[in-house]
């Protein structure tokens, strides 16, 4: 197996990019991640890694609950069936990064890292290409680390960053597609690191 990585600037761009791979039969819904940085009610983006320390665990699920049925929502028109983007994102869950703040992911990213994780960078081992962003050790190899600077990066400045797990053959389709779609950055990663594609 391998993952496609793709940063879209955008959550509308990333949900649509989902649906069109969605529809070529590219992927299992069960293989894909999503992240990008939480919102608050005005579309601001929250940057302040202390924002949630006043609120209770009740709080944390009314917040991100509000956040996922407006992405949910935002994927039905005039009653039609909700998109695989829109559902993922419909999903959402909090997660805090320490010393960076809020985010909401869904799906492979949110069960790797946890609904309110605080990731590899709180000491916990995570692999695949989460763990190659997200994770807390310094990366020997000067690609991979700039490869996941990259990604950590651009989440944190707010893209979107979509990943997708599927057979290493048909990676760089799935890749190119994302380009197609507008990705910013595509990347692979399989069992050796960062591959070149």
């Known amino acids: 197996m391998s993952e496609v990585v793709a940063l879209f600037g955008s ?15 590219f992927f299992d819904v069960h293989n894909v991640g999503y992240m990008d940085r939480y919102r608050d009610e005005s579309g601001e983006m929250i940057t302040d890694p202390t924002y949630f320390d006043d609120y209770e665990a009740d709080d944390y699920d009314n917040e991100v609950g509000d956040e996922a049925s407006k992405g949910a929502a935002g994927g039905a028109v005039g ?23 809020p ?9 790797t890292l946890g609904a309110t994780a605080v990731g590899a960078a709180g000491g ?8 190659a962003i997200f994770g807390a050790a310094e990366d020997n190899d000067h690609v991979e680390h700039e490869v996941s600077k ?7 400045q707010g893209d979107a960053m979509v990943t997708l797990e ?7 389709a799935v890749a190119e597609a994302f380009r197609a779609l507008g990705a910013r950055r595509v990347d ?5 690191g960062w591959l070149d594609y």
């Open 166 to 172: 599927v057979e290493r053959d048909e990676a760089n």
């Open 124 to 131: 916990a081992v995570v692999g695949g290409a989460t763990g």
């Open 103 to 111: 985010f909401l992911a869904a799906g492979t990213i949110a069960g």
């Open 188 to 192: 692979i990663y399989g069992d050796e």
């Open 11 to 25: 959550r509308a761009e990333a949900e649509r990019a989902v649906d069109e791979i969605s529809a070529n039969d």
């Open 150 to 156: 990259h990604y950590r990066e651009g989440v944190a």
């Open 79 to 101: 009653g039609a069936a909700v998109g695989a983007g829109a559902a993922l994102l419909g999903s959402a869950g909090l997660l805090l990064v320490p010393g960076i703040g």
